[in-house]
């Protein structure tokens, strides 16, 4: 059932989300876009397509602390410290990242669970946002993802003055019942503006330049192929090995655990990591992926075809356009798929 | 800055051709205007990727630590901001002067995609420069800006159109020509603060981080082979934040690496993802250097001492830091 709201009145809107949970959304930090947590002066920034960094802090953060160990004389005391029961929604997550989701899940709920992010996934409730004005970095669509209608517990579109709440899961139903005194049923007019404004959004979406992406070629079979292309050599050499694409990319999902001498006591962590760093899986022997040729093929090997052959297909990419936007040296998966696209004949 | 780009595809053909160079350094050409990337050509015909405009800011003169170690010699393009760099990698012996030719191309000003983000700019297909102005050609609808408007936080403080070093120039006689500001101008108003507003201002703006260490791997002086906060065995990690007091003071601790050594080239704040002005904790040091041991701008020369390197009778004592009303 299609909800609505009159735009003037989202700011009682947060007030009555944030009531009940921890509410996340595109707050501007001196110009700035990331998801924050909403307090009534934050500068609530909805129209802004892409957050620097993306959704998937909220379910996967770039550190959190597991575990920590005491030592008194003989004993060794484990104390719990993890805090992942907090329930919360985030609020106005767009096509690419809802989908990102899917992703991660494949990753972290298959076995063994990762019991950190599967509380967080339960806990958390996502409103997703439809995009009217996409960018030109954006190719959500290569991926499948109709950003017009993007998944998620619940989708908004913003139009006019309105915005629309469209409950979808029944987290997002019950959602919408502890704001249903904001929100009226939309009407059948309603429901013609939408539709008008989705067209006109898959419109745009259509005429994207990158839109026309192929990923003909990336799949298990060519895995050779493509991992002794000579296009890696051309293709990374100017690449600096900062972690900035991965650490925007919503869907990057590596990470390594460490324990950190506090002087009293011992804290274990874990952090996001990148392969694109020199000590990304160093083990005693060295590191694996000695140039940055090879750490460079690893992050587009990962996305295009290892993940892709463990996951029926689906690739680890869903075409935010963060990584386009944000590369020191502007190469990216974009450039990646350009070249490497058509099979290189051997 | 079409028909520079021009004269460079002509010499570099003619270079390689002849065999003066065997590769050569530049930009190719992206998916869109904006985003040419750094890049090595090998062939002639390659060279036809070759693009240099106003967004060409990549700086090119890090890679040849690397791309001069190699057999044969190497052609670089270096903008006049570009040249400082490249002087002060010759003077640390980080370059091999032998195996690079390098070319100083005019600048008309490298200006900021971000912010003609902010400006409203999105969906662009194309974008023409020309003169004055920028015409973006966008799904949307085209929008002109003005050049002066997006110009990169760097060439509003432009060192200057005059090349520190080169083996020839490709320039032109008529460039676009832009009136500089201050590049203290913020620096002095970050010292009028109180200690706890300035405190306020950094954490405020270095909140943002993400540790990617785009800031530090941009840049030409932090060009040690391997990095302290790279060590397994620091106790520190060089990917995450444990908290904010280390995401401080990695930042600190940088500023003060490169001290006496950084050219004020601008790449980390250009390429922070957070847009965080890290110039401006650099160019408090240039001032403070500039202020007790007289000017000096790194890269201007190669030989020569420098202050942070050279011993002076007259030297301030640490004590400065009281005299002058800090804690
Ligand atoms: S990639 Fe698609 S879903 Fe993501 S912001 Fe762009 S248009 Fe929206
Ligand atoms: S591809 Fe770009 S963002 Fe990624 S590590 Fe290399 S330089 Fe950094
Ligand atoms: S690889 Fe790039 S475009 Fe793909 S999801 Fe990651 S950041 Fe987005
Ligand atoms: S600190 Fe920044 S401005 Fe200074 S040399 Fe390094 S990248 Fe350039
Ligand atoms: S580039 Fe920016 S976000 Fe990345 S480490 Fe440097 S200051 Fe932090």
Known sequence: MMLKLSKDKIGELFQKLASSRTLYLPIDNNGQVNFGQWTPDAVVRLDQLKTVKSAKDFFFPQTENIVAFKRQGKDISIIENRDQNEPFVVFGVRGCDARSLDILDKVFLCDPVDSFYKARRENGVIVSMACAEPEETCFCGVFGIDAAEPQGDVTIRIIGDNLYWDGKTEKGKALGESVKDLLVQATGQDLEIIKKQDERSREILSMLPLGDLSLDGFEESALLEKFNSPLWKELSQACVGCGTCTYVCPTCQCYDIQDFDTGHGIQRFRCWDSCMYSDFTLMAHGNSRKSQMERFRQRFMHKLIYYPANNDGVYSCVGCGRCVAKCPISMNIAKVIRALGVSVSV | ?327
């Open chain 2, 1 to 327: 800055m079409r028909r520079i780009r021009d004269m460079m595809r002509s010499r570099a053909g003619e270079l390689l051709r002849e065999g003066t160079v065997n590769r050569v350094l530049g930009w190719k050409n992206g998916e869109f205007y904006y985003d040419p990337n750094p890049a090595v050509f090998e062939t002639e015909e390659s060279l036809d990727g070759l693009v240099y405009n106003g967004f060409s800011a990549a700086m090119l003169s890090k890679y040849l630590i690397d791309a001069t170690k190699k057999e044969g010699r190497i052609l670089v393009f270096l903008k006049p901001c570009d040249t400082y760099s490249f002087n002060h990698l010759l003077r640390e012996h980080k370059v091999n002067r032998e195996n690079t030719y390098v070319i100083g191309v005019g600048c008309d000003g490298m200006l900021d995609i971000e912010k003609l983000r902010t400006l409203g700019v999105k969906g662009i297909k194309s974008l023409d420069e020309n003169g004055d102005d920028l015409v973006a050609h966008t799904l949307y609808g085209d929008k002109t800006l003005a050049r002066r408007d997006i110009l990169l936080e760097k060439c509003l403080s432009c060192k200057g159109s005059e090349h520190k070093v080169y083996d020839e120039l490709a320039v032109v006689d008529d460039p676009w020509q832009w009136d500089t500001l201050d590049r203290f101008a913020k620096v002095g108003e970050l010292e009028g603060m109180t200690p706890d507003e300035r405190f306020a201002f950094w954490r405020g703006e270095l909140s943002r981080c993400i540790r990617c260490n785009a800031c530090r791997n941009a840049c030409p002086v932090c060009s040690c082979l391997k990095c302290v906060f790279d060590n397994p065995r620091s106790g520190v990690q060089a990917k995450s934040n444990a908290d904010s007091f280390e995401e401080n003071m990695f930042h600190i601790i940088r500023a003060f690496h490169v001290a006496g050594r950084c050219t004020d080239c601008g790449e980390c704040s250009r390429v922070c993802p957070q847009n965080i002005p890290l110039h401006l904790l650099n160019r408090k040091f240039i001032k403070d250097i500039n202020a007790f041991y007289g000017e000096y701008q790194a890269g201007a020369d190669v030989e020569g001492k420098s202050p942070l390197t050279e011993y002076k009778t007259g030297d301030v004592e640490p004590s400065v830091v009281y005299e002058r009303g800090g804690a």
